[in-house]
């Protein structure tokens, strides 16, 4: 039996790629502005299965995919002005549409690779914004869930011409 070739790709990728932009334009032509603080990001698709199974199946059970759900859940570190203590305009406007209802309770939201490989969402959702509380010694940490409502877009990279992200001479990212 002969070894298999060990794959090219060796450099792991960190979770520190994603960069979150929500879009604030307001006359239809899209505004987008990043969403600063992210100190954790999760995009998740969740598909619904239902049992399909037929006597055809020989006693093996089937499964067949519904219905797909996206969402996407972020830590924010609550950013403020150093002057004005104005929280930052995207989070106030997640903040807001969290606690609104009919349209403006939606955002457009889209994320991306921000080194430019090929994977970049875009999409409608509903904001959950639950503030983390703490002791006097912490941060300001909120929990912020975007519940999508339509379709998760896959859309071009709107980085793919950026540079490739420097790697260190050990091997590994910089």
């Given at each position: ?7 090219a ?58 219905m ?39 955002v ?49 990279n ?17």
């Amino acid at each position: 039996m002969a070894t298999p070739t060990p794959p090219a790709e060796t450099v792991t990728a960190l979770a520190r790629r994603y960069r979150l932009e929500l879009d604030m334009g307001k006359d239809g032509t899209p505004a987008w502005t990043l969403v600063p603080g992210i100190t954790e990001f999760t995009p998740k698709i969740e598909p619904t299965q239902q049992d399909v199974t037929t006597y055809d199946a020989e006693g093996w059970s089937e499964q067949a995919v519904t219905m797909l759900a996206w969402s996407v859940e972020v830590t924010l570190a609550h950013r403020a002005h150093p002057t004005t203590g104005r929280f930052n305009a995207a989070q106030e406007a997640l903040r807001r549409a969290s606690m609104s209802f009919g349209a403006a309770s939606y955002v457009r939201v889209r994320y991306y690779d921000r080194n430019g490989a090929p994977d970049a969402q875009e999409g409608s959702a509903l904001v959950t914004w639950e503030p983390e509380g703490g002791g006097p010694d912490e941060v300001d940490t909120i929990k912020v869930t975007l519940t999508g409502s339509g379709p998760l877009a896959e859309i071009p990279n709107p980085v793919a011409d950026a540079p490739a992200p420097p790697v260190n001479k050990r091997g590994g990212d910089a």
